[in-house]
């Protein structure tokens, strides 16, 4: 009765959000404009806000005029400020909580959250919940545990009144009373500080739980899995798939990396195909979601947050255009700025985005501002990587684990350059030379400059494949104090410092690289 009645309220609230975000959509200038004007109205007596005449922002452009884009060095000195006991510097009042998320920039990066921001972020959860329920039935969903693999419940002083956790941390520590009963793996088991053990701990709850949806990166469910079925089989307890511990699991809500990679062998360890959510949860602010089964990320325009989008092309100009949701073109890379209720002001968040539809506004994140390797004039991005692997891994049976791409300068043996690929495979392809060839030639396709490069050998060689141990990039991560949920292995790189701490970790256990013959 009980899962009955969750299950209807589920289906009535996810019907309603439905109607709420088409509403949104078919309006969206206005309700973005309305909500810049908001957000400027509360902040105008801030230090900020006084600074940058927000007393007579009146439009988008009078704001855009008077607000300059900015990235994380560029607030870092004023949050310090707030840290050390100011009120009012970019947002009323005094941030009691932080997120702290790794950088590009400047190491590792504090970032304020407010009340009103921590709203905006329970609502993206609960618009994701809503759309899992529509795909996989509400009633299943209400019926059994729901795991958030996330980060770490437990917070650390960042200074007097103020606590540093993980966002998804922070978020699980204020469930609404519905969802606390279920919720796994529990405040207890998520407030284990250390990673590892952290998830050894999931992982000997969840093998007895009738898990009905998963939640987190897809990289750090893989070594859940892992670490199930080795105890399984430790204990003389095999299973044939995990799917036969959880048969009412239906859906899975992912983010942090691109899925397509690792699809594949999520539904092998699954035994079975299930329903899956995409969604853009940023430490800065929520911002997309994948509301229908096909199809990119829907903008979440109605979360409290304004979107700016500059052309990557003028990116470092002294006057970049700033697009907003009433003039940005289809297909064309931009990076995203965000203003948000977090004293958040035309943040550069470092992502790149295009979008791929109108109506609601689609968009496919396309990867870093700073995440890119061009060594050779060959501008590929994290995007083309990604496409490339899972068309290599789909004609070849390959499965990978975590990977990233690096340049390989010229030397004295060979007066050109290209990429290293540096992979784990779970299943490594039937062909290593074939696989090779396949990345090159589907990089060539999606990506002009690098076919450029490649006609004939001229600019680049061939990519090299370096198969590495599974369980290598978990160790680095590990002595590199970037485990959990906060931090991602790059999928690229524009210098070798990765790719040389990785090939000095495993020595010899690397597998001879692979080049393609003639190249």
């Avoid at 299950?7 to 959509?25: F, I, N, P, T, W």
């Avoid at 969604?279 to 990320?297: C, H, I, K, N």
Wanted: hydrophobic share 40%; with cysteine.
């Amino acid at each position: 009765m009980i899962e009955r009645a969750g299950g209807a309220a589920l289906r009535v609230y996810a019907a309603h959000r439905r109607r709420v975000r088409e509403g949104v959509a078919r309006d969206a200038v206005r309700v973005q404009e309305t909500t810049l004007l908001d957000l400027v109205r509360t902040a105008r007596g801030t230090a900020f806000g006084r600074t940058h005449g927000f007393e007579d922002v009146r439009s988008v452009a009078d704001y855009q005029q008077r607000t300059p884009l900015g990235d994380y060095l560029r607030f870092q000195s004023l949050w310090k400020r707030a840290l050390d006991g100011q009120r009012d510097v970019t947002w009323p009042g005094r941030p009691r909580y932080w997120v702290k998320t790794s950088g590009t920039t400047a190491g590792d990066k504090l970032i304020p959250v407010t009340p009103e921001a921590f709203r905006a972020h329970r609502k993206g959860g609960w618009d994701a919940l809503l759309v899992a329920a529509e795909r996989a039935g509400g009633d299943g969903l209400s019926g059994g545990p729901l795991l958030l693999l996330g980060g770490c419940t437990a917070l650390t002083p960042a200074s007097e009144g103020c606590w540093v956790g993980d966002l998804s941390g922070l978020v699980v520590r204020d469930l609404p009373p519905g969802f606390r009963a279920r919720y796994s793996p529990g405040r207890d088991v998520a407030s284990i500080p250390h990673w590892d053990e952290r998830i050894d701990a999931v992982a000997a709850l969840v093998e007895h739980q009738d898990l009905r949806l998963l939640s987190g990166m897809p990289s750090w469910l893989l070594i859940l899995f892992e670490r199930i079925a080795c105890a399984r089989r430790a204990a003389g307890r095999p299973v044939t798939s995990l799917g036969e511990l959880w048969p009412n699991l239906s859906v899975f809500i992912h983010g942090g990396v691109a899925f397509s990679p690792y699809r594949a062998t999520f539904e092998e360890w699954l035994g079975r195909a299930i329903e899956y959510v995409e969604v853009y949860p940023a430490s800065e602010g929520f911002v997309g979601l994948q509301t229908e089964r096909s199809g990119d990320l829907t903008l979440m325009l109605d979360y409290g947050i304004f979107y700016e989008f500059v052309p990557v092309e003028d990116l470092g100009a002294p006057r970049p255009r700033r697009h907003t949701v009433a003039d940005v073109e289809l297909d064309r890379p931009y990076a995203l700025a965000l203003t948000t209720p977090a004293g958040l002001w035309s943040y550069l968040l470092g992502d790149t985005v295009r979008f791929t539809a109108r109506d609601p506004l689609r968009l496919a994140i396309t990867g870093r501002i700073r995440h890119f390797v061009n060594a050779f004039g060959e501008n590929v991005i994290v995007e083309e990587v990604e496409q490339a692997l899972v068309v290599a891994c789909r004609r070849t049976g390959a499965e990978p684990g975590e990977f990233t791409v690096a340049p390989r300068y010229p030397s004295s043996g060979e007066p050109r350059g290209g990429h290293d690929w540096l992979v784990e495979f779970r299943i490594p392809p039937r062909d290593r030379e074939a696989f090779v060839r396949q990345l090159d030639e589907a990089l060539a396709a999606l990506n002009t400059d690098y076919r450029t490069k490649r006609i004939v050998d001229v600019g680049m060689v061939a990519p090299r494949l370096i198969e590495l141990p599974i369980g290598t990039y978990h160790r680095w991560m590990r002595e590199a104090g970037k485990l959990g949920d906060q931090h991602k292995v790059p999928r690229v790189t524009n210098d070798r410092a990765m790719a040389e701490a990785l090939l000095a970790a495993v020595g010899a256990r690397a597998r001879e690289p692979l080049v393609l013959s003639g190249a």
